[in-house]
């Protein structure tokens, strides 16, 4: 048995298998990246001096960040979409 088969050597399903896979593990790492993003920004605006714990006025400011952040990345997406799809 080759165990170094090539793509052509894969029936429709298990091509099938290995996209689903690979857009699983994509949408994995753009998860990572916009997390990574997030708190890199939320960090830089609402952590003046690292210490042993956050404040609560630090943590009350890294979650608003956050929600702000992801509330206008919806924003940004949903009116992409809807411009794609021919909406106003």
């Not at 080759?2 to 994995?28: C, M, P, W, Y």
């Not at 009350?60 to 794609?84: G, H, P, W, Y």
């Amino acid at each position: 048995m080759n165990t170094a088969a090539g793509v052509g050597d894969l029936d429709r399903k298990s091509v099938k298998e290995v996209q689903s896979f690979i857009e699983h593990q994509q949408q994995i790492q753009q998860i990572q990246a916009v997390v990574g993003k997030i708190t890199e920004l939320c960090w830089d605006k609402c952590v003046s001096k690292p210490g042993k714990d956050l404040t609560e006025s630090e943590k009350n400011c890294v979650a608003n960040c956050s929600e702000r952040f992801l509330d206008t990345s919806m924003f940004v997406v949903n009116r992409i979409q809807n411009k794609q799809k021919g909406g106003k």
